[in-house]
Each structure stands twice: as C-alpha cells, then as structure tokens.
C-alpha cells in the first residue's frame, strides 16, 4: 500500500483555518500585541529550547517538515509539500515547498534539513530532544559519537529528502512536526557562535527584531512566510521578568494582551466570577495527567493489591477543588483529549472501606508507614497534604517531604528511593498527540533505569512488547487498529496500578478583550499559544 | 594607605576563592542532576549521558574546579546550561538595572534613615521619637512583597502616577527605591539615632553648646560626623546586598535585576550562572566595604593615626 498525500498552498491555508472559519469568525490583519511572562526566555534554540514557554516562540519562529492544523491534533504537511511512506514503513519521502526562504533570504534546500535534523542529535548541541529520532538509520553512531553525519537522511536533489528508518516508527511523522525537528540555516548557527538561541534565524511567521536580557523579546511577522495571511499580527513584545499578580493588573488596564503565566490561583475565582472576567480567561484542556507513583521496587508497593488500595483511597474530587476547579479528576493514564483515551473505563472508584478492604487482604490491617515525595512550589505540597489525609483514612502513614523539583527528579530516578511520588509541577504533558508518548519514558521498561522518569520502576514485559508492536504499525491505514492496541495497553497498565492517575489539570491564559479566536489557539494542544492563529479584533 | 590597599586586595583574593570553592562544593553536593535536568523528561539515558559529558559534569570535583578557576582567572565565568550564552553577558545585561535599583534604594534608606534617625535623637523620650521608632519597626519587619504590592497597587495601578512594571526611566524607579527605601531606613534610623544619641551625650558636644554655636550648627558640623561612621560601615554591606539582587522587589516590579537571573538560575540548577552571581555579589561585598573603609579616616581622623 502506497500513501500518498499531496497538498497545495492554498488548499494547506484553507485546511489549516478552518476550524477559525467554522467558529465564524474571520481573523483580521495586523495590530500589535504584548506578552507576559514570569521568567525569562531561556533559548530560542530549536533544538535545546524545552519548556512550555519557548515551545510556542520556537514554533513560529522555525518552520517544519509537517505542522499540525491550529487547535488541533491533525497533523499536515508543512515545509513539505508532499510525502510518501514505503509499504514497508522503513522509508519516508518528503518534497519540499519550492521556493520558500530563510529569513536570512536563502532558499531552503533539502541539506538543510539533513543538517538540521543532525545537529539536533549530534551529542556537541547538548539537546534533550535526541532521542525522538532514535528511529533514523546511522542515530546509534551519530549519538554515539562515531560519526557527525546521519547515514540515514539521503537528498537526492535540492527539494527531496529521504528518510531511512531501522525500525518502523508510527510516531515518525509526529517527531518530524517537533520543535527539535525546526530547519535551521547552518551559515546562521555557525555566525552565532554557540549562541544560536538568542540569534535565532529560521523560516517561520515570526522574526526576531530585538531582544533586551532579562526585558523583552520583539518578534515582528515575516512578510515572505509562506502560507498566505499568517501571521494576523504584525508584532509580538514578550514582557519577561511580569510578576503574574502584575501582568494581570495591567491585562485590567490594556497594557497587556495575553498574561502567559495566567491567573494566580488567589485571584482565579474572583477574576472568573467578574463579568468582564469571566471573557479574559481562557481555560483549555491539555495533553496532561498527575499521577502518584507507586514504587514497585519498594515494599509494600511489590504487592499489586497495596497500589490498587492506594488508587481507591485517593479523594480526587477534593484535589481538584484546591486547584479551583482548574483540573478534572483522572480515572486512566492518558488525558481526555489524547486519541486512544478510554471513555468506557472507569478505573478504580473512590471507595475507602473497599480500599482497607484490599490493604488488610495483602497483610496490612494497621496500614504502614511510608514517604510520600513532591515539588515544594504551591499549590503542590497543599496537594501532597490532601494526598496524606486520605492515606491516612486507609492507615497509611505517608510523611510528606517536599524538596525543589531538581531532587525530586533525582530521588524518583534512583532506585528503591522514593517510594511515592505526588507528579505536581512534573506531571507529564506529550509532547506530541500520540499515545505512545505516555508510554515509553514513564512506564516503559526502558525508562526504569537510573536518572530515567519511570518513578514507579514498572516494567511489564508483555506490555512492553505489545507497546513495540502498537509502535510498528505505521501504515496510517492501520491508524485505528494502533489506537485501540494503545487503549488497551494503557488500561492494562491500570491493572497492575503502578500510578494513581489523580487528575487533568487544564491551562490557563488571561487574555485582553481584543484579542479574537477561539480557546483553543491560545491553548493550543500542540503549541499553548499559537501565535500563527491569533489575532486582535478589527 | 597603601599598605592598607595591598593587604585587603590580597585578602579579597583569598575571599573570593573561599567564595568561590565553597559555592562549588556546595552545589556538587545537591542531589539535582544539571545533565537531567536539562534533557527534560523525553530524554534517553543516553543523551543525559551525552550532555554531562558535554558539560564536563562526568570529570572528578577537583578537575572540574580547577578548570572553574583556570577560566575565571582569565574572566571568563563560563556558558549557562540552559541558555548556552556567556555567563558574563548575562551578568553584564543586568548589571546597569541592579546598579541603579542598588543607588536609588540606599539613597532613599539613608535620606529617610538619617534624617528620622537625627529627629528621634534630638528629641528623645518625646512623642516625636516614640513614632519614629514605632515607624522604623514596622519598616524593619514589614514583609517586602506586601510594601511592594501595596505601592504598586496604590501608586501604579489606582492613582497611576507611575508605571506598574518595568525599566528605563525615572518613573520606573521610584516605587522599587522606594520600597526598598522604606524599609531599610529602619535600620538607619535606629543605627541613626543610638550613635546621635551617644554622641550627643559627649563632652565635646556640650562644649560646642557652651561655645554659643547655634543648634542646627551643632548637630551637623560636630554630632553628625562622629555619629556616621556606622552608617558608612551599613552601606558597604548593602552595597553587597543589593548587588547579590533583591529577588522579592526584582519580582513584583518585573525590574531586569542580577536577582532575577540568580532566582531563575537556581530552579534550573544552572550551576554556571550561579556561580557567577555569588562571585559578583561576593565582589561586590568586598569592594563595598573596601569604600567604606577608605571613606571612613576621612571622616573620621582619629582612624588615620591607626
């Protein structure tokens, strides 16, 4: 079978906006907009930058092989033209848009993106994004340092790339719309000197024109970028160093369009009960779960019927009342919002006598003694608090010791160390809307390894084998069956409770009333803020 | 004087590198790994790898202070982890903000302090005094963040007459000052009014009154002088506070301080960065105290003879 899938500019424009279109609103041209932010840009980097806040910057400012529609999961093709996958999924095929440029001026050939993808793996850029291209032919002696050169990107000729994978990767076209897979122009990296990521040149929307330490960011709209129309807004200034309490005061005031940190919890309820209030916040549903871990290593959590007794004695409902209503209660790995995610199950009530039930079954009638770990930065250790209640209405007697998210990583990913961990402030967010992402890092038995993220140490080797297969399918026609392979999986997983899966915690942005379009291109799933999308009002 | 010079130049020296090797030891000894935390959660084990090779976290403690120090000799303070850019850049991009926050804010602590300080003094047990102090002690104990949000909620957001957040004109810097102003003319005004008070109470002064000389006269030619020198001794140390950055006031003014940079620095375990905030502060500290040092024989003479 033979996928081949072919777009033209202008069938590309009217894809991407129609969920703009649908909403019956017609995003107009031009304005100037100002952006709040806590902490300064770290880098604009595409191949380092990985924080939710220069995820969106980088977006606009690079342009990749594939793109997802704004405000949604739905991937399309972006710097490329057109692509075909082999029969065998080993092979992808990519054209290039003929004649789209640098912001520099030069045209973007196809050795620019061989040379991008490679300086995203070669070890020198000390990127953490490395390891999404695992897939690629050559990525063992490129990361390994045995070569600089990727044997497995070929380009024929200046608009063709060739990609040669050693295993089939069904996320294969997800890792090539990741910032990490941004084209860069290599004489740019080379004149920065090792600071590519605060003189960023790429061939997205936006264009860097100035940038202040520790003040602001100017990014301007690039005339030539090649979609038609995009971006809506001629500037973009990214106040950094705004306390969010601040930036909300001057959001009231007009001096602020979008405060990216949102609301200050204190704040929320009153913000949102105001009538004017109320059209300020945009509250949307990301990629994301807070779990607790349960430690598998780490006794009693060996014993499967602990960890289910722990998932029925959590109070889900209380959690999500201290974050304000902003989180809904979780009942499986995946989020709502990610294809594969279960409606049909129910996981495991909040049920406190079936739950000492369970504990006094496996030997604990009197419950135990056990840690419970968290970051220390509000509203998580409230949280690990609540977490403690009901450990303790089932007999466990959790201490709470919240540290700086730094030594939390490090105890979680040593082993026989933390024998719980409350996610908060850590909680995994995909990177890309693939299932298989909430697998691999976190649950897989790869990722139970020393300084790894698999918190619980869980590593069923059944699933992990059918984790591999769900991957390999990589025909798109058999995108439905990999889906319902995944679902599965993740529900198995929920059997042998290696989390508690507490809740969907939501993002939210306050932004200005002129600011037009609907919620979800200012929490976009694949880009928080898309700054193609947005627009202000005429 | 010279010799003073040379002395304390060499004693800075020995600081600096005490500084320098404790900060070192001590953020080696955190739990946190730089390399994890940098590669983010997607991360194999072996790009962790790959990047504590990269960031030479691999080599032994004393290989990697060594070559810290070999760079910091010849002025480089090395590349952030997580930004990549020079350490230096940074410090240097922030240092005009933190240079001026640092002038505005001891101007206004030591105009206010003294000048309370004085007043209490000269009229001390009396109801003016008993005010001054009542003041002064709220200020020593007021909450930063709650002054400053107060200022910036009544003077920015309601009565608008400066701007909520930001840097570059005199209008941006007079809420920060002033918050740091007013509450540190506490200490001024208490350290102000004991050292008046003693002095007010020495011979030399009584001999000034009996010589006819007028009030004013007396308590700024002859008590002034003789009671300043703690002030001066403060000032140096606050010099090296505020160059250390004022992480609260920084925060709540969106003002593009040194303490912004160490705050972010230290959530990201960005060693480098750190590293080099601690050394400026701690130079800063040294040079602070160093003035306060030269400055104090000219006020005072009695110190020259020593």
Redesign the interface.
Known sequence: MFNRWILTTTTAAVLAFSPLLAHAETPAQGGEIVVTYKDDITTLDPHIGYDWVNWSMIKSLFSRLMDYEPGTANLVPSLAESFEVAPDGLTYTFKLRKGVKFTNGREIVAGDVKYSIERAINPKTQGPGAGFFGAIKGFDDLTGGKSELLSGIETPDDQTVVFHLSRPDATFLHVMAINFASVVPKEAVEAAAGDFGKKPVGSGSLVLKDWTIGQKLVFERNPDYFVKDVPHVDKVTIEVGQEPLVALLRLQKGEVDIAGDGIPPAKFLEIKNSPEGAAMIVDGEQLHTGYITLNTKVKPFDDVKVRQAVNMAINKERITRLLNGRATAANQILPPLMPGYDKTFTGYAYDVEKAKALLAEAGHPDGFETVLYSTNTDPQPRIAQAIQQDLAAIGIKAEVRALAQGNVIAAGGTEGEAPMIWSGGMGWIADFPDPSNFYGPILGCSGAVAGGWNWPWYCNEAIDKRAGEADAMSDPAKAAERQAAWSKIFTDVMADAPWVPVINERRVVAKSLRMGGPDNIYIDPTRVINYDAIFVKP | MAMLLAKRLVQSCLILLGVAAITFILLYA????PA?????????????E??R???GLDQPLLTQFLHYLGNLVQGDLG?SY?????VA??IM??LP?TLTLMAAGIFVEVLFGLTFGIVAALNRGGAIDRIVMASAFVGVSAPQFVVA?LL??VFA?TLGWFP????GTLAHVVLPAMTLGILGAGWYARMARSAMIDVLNQDFIRTARAKGLSGRRVVLRHALPNAILPIVAMIGIDIGQFMGGVVVV????????IG??AW?AI???DIPIIMGVTLTSAFAIIVGNLVADLIAPMIDPRIRSH
């Open positions: 955190l739990p946190a790994d994890r935390m940098l590669a983010g959660r997607s991360a194999t084990a072996q790009t962790v790959n990047i090779r990269e960031l590349r997580a930004q990549k850019t020079e850049t940074l991009a922030r903000a949000l910036l909620y957001a909520m957040s930001g840097y920084e925060a709540v003014y969106g003002w593009p301080g912004q940079l972010q959530q990201q375990v």
